[in-house]
């Protein structure tokens, strides 16, 4: 089978993202592969949200035991501690080769100096009532893992976490084959200084943070991205401990104008296919002969590509190439559409830069590939998804820290204020809110 872009017209492209939009998120969407796995760990056929539920309620109740037989039952492999030790993680840093250290702590380094620009410690307010910035106590930051290895999502979930002061971060991560983390999520974790890291992924992670077990504290948060289970299980949690969002498949949506390199263009359209099976590669374009030769080159490089399956289900799903009238047409789709990724190539196109709106991250230019944002750009490559670029942005340091209110009211304030909120709870038709600001008038009048 060859893989190739499909052509749709702007009206097509509209309906899709209405589809999209109606649909939110959903869990529908689940490979075959997935639900044949689903058979054959619980023995029957179930919806990943029952099976989510499920694998949540007994390790709610079960705890630790709980939490390795379903580690075992699903990832397959019997977990002696549900901890890494502080050796194996040093371990794992010196077991890389120092060009690889090198780069983990250059991009590290990056990483912290853009998210340190972030850190809000002032008060917000005016008189006797402000917001006073507070960071969380304890988080988890979920990182993907097992047979493939995410050292970027150790760096992007806890530093900002560090920088805004979390006393408490714990890293969860599936275990490989030997029984620990992957030697590079341990080496990342080692390089960050985080001395807590659980072996265990999916809904039985999320739920062992959340509710917590004999030797994993409750966390206040769950930030990471991960697959089906894991987003679902963060849905479940919701309430018991807060999430970053609901993260869905990867989507890059590239506008691409007179100029634009078409070998560059595929390469970052096939980038983002290789992540999963239902992710998204979208290019807007107003230049015919430039959709065809993207369009070629994309063929060429998706059929020659070492993970070829994963970007076969995901083109035939989720690939296409959109010709379209004229730049606004294509910046308003793009709006529409709010793709996690979008670039812009070609000088029309990066002339949008500052029209682009409901994107995760925007990439400008030749010489800004989506690929470096996943690294080593420095902003976060936790980002929206499934159109939820509309309301919120990146993974950032704003995520580790709550914001209370304090009221310190001087007399003459509060003096001034009362009749205010006298009148407004007879109107509500709350006498007792009355009464007790009327309490204190009397004390005034008395003294």
């Known amino acids: 089978m060859t893989i190739e872009l499909t052509r749709l017209d702007p009206g097509q492209f509209r309906t899709v993202i209405v589809e999209r939009r109606r649909d939110g998120f959903s869990a ?33 109740t079960g705890g630790d035991a709980a939490l390795r037989e379903w580690t075992y039952r699903i990832d397959g492999v ?13 371990a794992a840093w010196d077991g890389l080769e120092q060009a690889l250290r090198n780069a983990l702590a250059a991009a590290a380094e990056r990483i912290r100096e853009f998210h340190a620009l972030q ?10 009532a402000w917001l006073h910035p507070v960071p969380l106590m304890r988080v988890g930051c979920y990182v993907p893992g097992g047979r493939a290895a995410y050292p970027s999502t150790v760096l992007m979930s806890v530093i900002p976490a560090q920088v805004a ?20 999520v341990a080496a990342a974790a080692h390089l960050l200084g985080v001395d807590e890291v659980v072996v265990a992924g999916g809904a039985q992670a999320v739920a062992a943070l959340a509710f917590g ?6 966390v206040d948060k769950i930030v990471g991205p991960g697959n089906a289970f894991v987003t679902l299980a963060k849905h479940e949690v919701f309430g018991a401990v807060g999430i970053d969002q609901l993260a869905g ?19 970052d359209l096939v980038s983002q296919l290789e992540h999963d099976p239902l992710a998204w590669a979208v290019c807007l374009t107003d230049d015919a002969l430039l959709a065809e030769a993207i369009a070629t080159r994309f063929a060429e490089v998706a059929n020659d590509a070492a993970r070829r399956e994963v970007i076969g289900m995901a083109a035939g799903r989720h690939a296409a190439m959109v010709c379209c009238a004229a730049p606004d047409e294509m910046i308003s789709l793009a709006a529409d559409f709010a793709p996690e990724h979008l670039s812009l190539q070609g000088a029309v196109a990066e002339s949008l830069r500052d029209s682009a709106r409901n994107a995760g991250a925007v990439f400008v230019g030749a010489m800004s590939p989506v690929s470096i944002g996943d690294y080593v750009a420095g902003p976060n490559h936790t980002l929206p998804t ?3 670029a509309r309301y919120r942005g990146p993974l950032a340091v704003m995520d580790f820290i709550r914001w209370p209110s304090v009221v310190h009211l001087s007399s003459a304030e509060f003096e001034a204020l009362a009749p205010v909120a006298i009148a407004l709870a007879e109107a509500e038709g709350l006498a007792a809110h009355e009464g007790a600001i009327r309490a ?5 009048q008395q003294s």
């Open 28 to 60: 529908s969407a689940i490979d075959p592969a997935t639900v044949q796995r689903l058979e054959r760990v619980f023995h029957r056929v179930i919806s990943v949200r029952d099976a989510v539920r499920e694998i949540i309620a007994d390790v709610r």
């Open 386 to 388: 499934q159109g939820a």
């Open 119 to 128: 850190l809000d410690v002032l008060d917000r307010g005016a008189g006797g």
């Open 78 to 90: 019997d977990v002696e501690s549900t901890h890494v030790g502080a050796a194996e993680m040093a």
């Open 165 to 184: 002061g979390v006393e408490q971060i714990v890293v969860a991560s599936p275990p490989g084959p030997s029984g620990g983390v992957h030697p590079l």
């Open 213 to 218: 077990t004999e030797s994993i504290e409750q």
């Open 440 to 444: 204190r008038l009397r004390v005034r």
């Open 249 to 267: 498949p990867s989507e890059i949506l590239v506008i691409a104008t007179t100029g634009a390199d078409p070998d560059m263009v595929a390469a």
